[in-house]
């Protein structure tokens, strides 16, 4: 075990920079052409990669609210929720850039029926252009970023060598009428990966 080890820590791996801009990024391209949003995504942004280079795939469930995503999204334990979760990965690579479970309040999403088919994927523009589709814009972004050991799963799926830590990043999108419609919870490996905040000031 150790030897294998050793090999992922030597294997170049692509470094990943996600910055708190992408956010307005990708409500900007929420009006533009479907085509123009399929030529790139955030992890695009992220990587530097183009989108040949990336493996992706997605899988949808519906759940009950746990405690937790209930006190998240301001809503009673046992709302109904898509859980969706997410890899992605250099075609050149094994191991994600990270592990991705997503989720979005069903009966919210539900006038459009496309957003409960995980066929879909990937949505050109992301999750702000799929909110679009409801009528559902996204007034603003929280982000907590926490790091602890990784859980043996969480190492051995991001291939990580011994005593790296990993990044958790919960997400919630708040839209304009101030819910939250979107959680994420995001682990990204340690190793590889840059979190740039860029905060724009108003100028006096």
Do not use: C
Request: net charge negative; hydrophobic share 35%; no cysteine.
């Amino acid at each position: 075990m150790a030897a294998a080890y050793e090999r992922i820590a030597r294997r170049p791996r692509t470094p990943v920079v996600r910055s708190n801009l992408r956010h307005q990024w990708e409500k900007d391209r929420v009006h533009k052409p479907v085509e123009q949003r399929a030529t790139t995504g955030a992890t695009e942004q992220d990587t530097g990669l183009h989108v040949d280079d990336l493996v992706f795939s997605a899988s949808y469930r519906e759940i009950p609210a746990t405690e937790d995503l209930a006190r998240a999204f301001a809503l009673p334990e046992g709302t109904m929720l898509l859980e969706r979760t997410y890899r992605t990965r250099h075609a050149a690579e094994t191991a994600p850039f990270g592990l991705v479970t997503s989720y979005l309040v069903r009966d919210l999403i539900a006038p459009n029926p496309d957003l409960l088919d995980e066929t879909r994927e990937p949505w050109p523009g992301g999750s702000q252009s799929q909110l679009h589709t409801v009528g559902i814009e996204l007034d603003r972004i929280e982000e907590r970023v926490t790091a602890r050991p990784p859980t043996p799963g969480e190492a051995d799926e991001l291939e990580l060598p011994p005593g790296t830590s990993v990044l958790v990043l919960r997400k919630t999108s708040y839209d304009i009428r101030d819910r939250a419609v979107g959680v994420s919870d995001i682990v990204l490996p340690g190793d590889r990966t840059e979190m740039l905040f860029t905060t724009p000031l108003e100028r006096w």
